[in-house]
């Protein structure tokens, strides 16, 4: 099956920082999310992004699906963008499969 | 309204009890599913309902057994677990399987 990888696997800023985390995949894909997961476990969407370039406030995510990754870049990063961070990806007829995720903290 | 809801949000039961989780959205999607995650993990598909029938169950043990009463619901049946079945439960919907999808808050099973 499909394996995605995520990079770095922890990662603490202070507040006002920026930073892009990673996902890479090891196939062609039809479907990846972006999930934030806050620290009571609810996973939150963040991007739909198959290919291309969405922005949704100081969140933005870029996929190459022909190099087979994605990007998401945090900017002006806050307290509350503490969480882990997942990219979750599936493959035509498969199930989504998530990857490890990275955890951020975000300190004051 | 893009919501999923999970109930309850906090399960403590022991090993000879029988329990449910309940999911529900009515956000009119044909696919629903089931995650579980333990802690430091990413969530790992159990089981996936279109169209409310079971079209993937990943070699989940018996004594995890799941019901789509109807296009909103989805159950989880639990009896005789094991203290490792202790995890968030969290459910999913989409419009339709590999679309985007939506979780619910999860259920916090402790398992005695």
């Known amino acids: 099956g499909i394996q995605v990888e995520q990079s770095p696997p922890d990662l603490i800023l202070q507040e006002g920082a920026n930073s892009t985390l990673r996902c890479n995949f090891s196939d062609s894909v039809n479907n990846l999310q972006w999930f934030h997961q806050n620290p009571w476990g609810q996973l939150i969407n963040l991007f739909y992004i198959p290919s291309g370039t969405k922005q949704n406030g100081r969140l933005s995510a870029t996929t190459v699906a022909t190099e087979r990754y994605s990007l998401l870049y945090i900017s002006s990063s806050q307290t509350t963008d503490s969480g882990v961070y997942f990219c979750?990806?599936?493959?035509?007829?498969?199930?989504?499969?998530f990857g490890p995720g990275t955890r951020l903290s975000v300190l004051p | 309204d893009t919501e999923v809801t999970q109930t309850p949000k906090h399960l403590v039961m022991g090993m000879t009890n029988k329990k449910s989780l309940k999911c529900e959205q009515h956000m009119g999607h044909r696919a629903m599913y089931w995650y579980k995650q333990k802690a430091k993990k990413p969530p790992e598909l159990m089981f996936v309902?279109?169209?409310?029938?079971?079209?993937i169950n990943e070699s989940v043990p018996s004594r995890f057994s799941p019901e789509c009463p109807n296009s909103s619901l989805l159950n989880l049946h639990l009896h005789a677990l094991q203290p490792e079945d202790s995890a968030l439960y969290l459910c999913a919907s989409s419009q339709v399987t590999g679309e985007t999808q939506y979780f619910g808050p999860g259920t916090r099973l402790l398992v005695l």
């Open positions: 979750a990806v599936r493959n035509y007829g498969q199930n989504f499969v």
């Open positions: 309902y279109s169209y409310e029938k079971l079209s």
